[in-house]
């Protein structure tokens, strides 16, 4: 079931949506174990953009993808609605992403068998949306890639592999929209109109947008920006809070 978005604005100042208490995560590579979230707390209201900035290496993605439920953290808690991860089964979860996450991986995770418009089907298909087929075109449409409807990933380039991700994530209206790098293979011109077109959504749909940038700029649009330095975070500007 989809958590109910806020009808009234951002000024109302309920729970946050998404509350993350002490999380941790530490994950073992040949060298080790390697400390990758070290005690993240934050809330995140609805109908807000937030955005993540840090240096390379600093968790970004990594956050993103806790917050997406895609990673089970080590220790902490994540909150998103009612729902506590840590008490969720891997059904219960699936179910839960897919009926209120959307995510653009920061290397777009496209299924290379299945075609641009097919890619985009997918989260409608996996929920028996009857109308997948024409919502899919019409999403295709709107980050401008019509005419690349019967396209393999490899044969897309990476800016447009980069908006068929984006249209995947957003063609279910999720009530989280995860971005990460959404405008890394962009010129600045195609980059500003799929961040218009996901503020857009943002506001029509009163989804929470999380993206991560390293463009100021694009930061400076959102609500509030959240920098993350060796996976703590460094500065939270907590606009609205
Ligand atoms: N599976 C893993 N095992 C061990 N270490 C990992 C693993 N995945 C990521 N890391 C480490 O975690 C740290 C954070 O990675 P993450 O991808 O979240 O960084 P990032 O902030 O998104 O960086 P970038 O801006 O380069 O995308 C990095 O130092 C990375 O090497
Ligand atoms: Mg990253």
Redesign the pocket.
Known sequence: MKHNKSSSGMNIRNNPLIQMKNVKLE?G?KAGK?D?LKGISLGIYSDTSVAIT?P???????LMMVIGGLETVTSGSIIIGDENFSLMNEDALAKFRRDNIGIVF?AFRLIPTMTALENISIPLELSNDPNSNEKAKHALDLVGLSKRMSHYPDQLSGGEQQRVAIARAFITNPTVLLADEPTGNLDQETGTKIIDLLFNLQSCHKTTLIL?THDRSLAERCDRIIDIADGQIQSDNNRLV
Do not use: E, F, P, R
């Open positions: 994950l590579s390697v990758i840090g390379s290496g600093a968790g970004k993605s990594t920061q991560v």
